[in-house]
């Protein structure tokens, strides 16, 4: 068995920072990566982050890179966006994923991972 389970969403006007966290339940040390994605309406799913399981290695969509941190806590099962100087494109669902997929270069599409937790709305106002 395996859940993911967001929290941290909400509210935030724009240059703000929030936090998104995920925890992390069942047979999770099998995973090689964690990850979050975002979706707006009418839009596709995105890669945001993904972190290796061992916290080694990080990745970055270029819309994010240098406003948002992903970082985990292996004794807590659960894995962090730290989001910074936020924007209003940056409203989305977010939901936090995990792929026991080997290969790092798999971990940047939605199709890359086996699990999906339910997803946190993230509001950015202007």
């Known amino acids: 068995q395996v859940q993911l389970v967001e929290s941290g969403g909400g509210l935030v006007q724009a240059g703000g920072p929030l936090r998104l966290s995920c925890a992390a339940s069942g047979r999770t040390f099998t995973f090689y990566a964690m990850g979050w994605f975002r979706q707006a309406p009418a839009k596709e799913r995105e890669f945001v982050a993904a972190?290796?399981?061992?916290?080694?290695?990080?990745y970055y969509a270029d819309s994010v890179k240098g406003r948002f941190t992903i970082s985990k806590d292996n004794a807590k099962a659960t894995v962090y966006l730290q989001m910074d100087r936020l924007k209003p494109e940056d409203t989305a669902v977010y939901y936090c994923a995990a792929t026991r997929v080997v290969f790092s270069s798999r971990w940047y599409g939605a199709d890359g991972y086996d699990y999906w937790g339910q997803g946190t709305q993230v509001t950015v106002s202007s």
């Open positions: 972190i290796s399981w061992s916290g080694g290695s990080t």
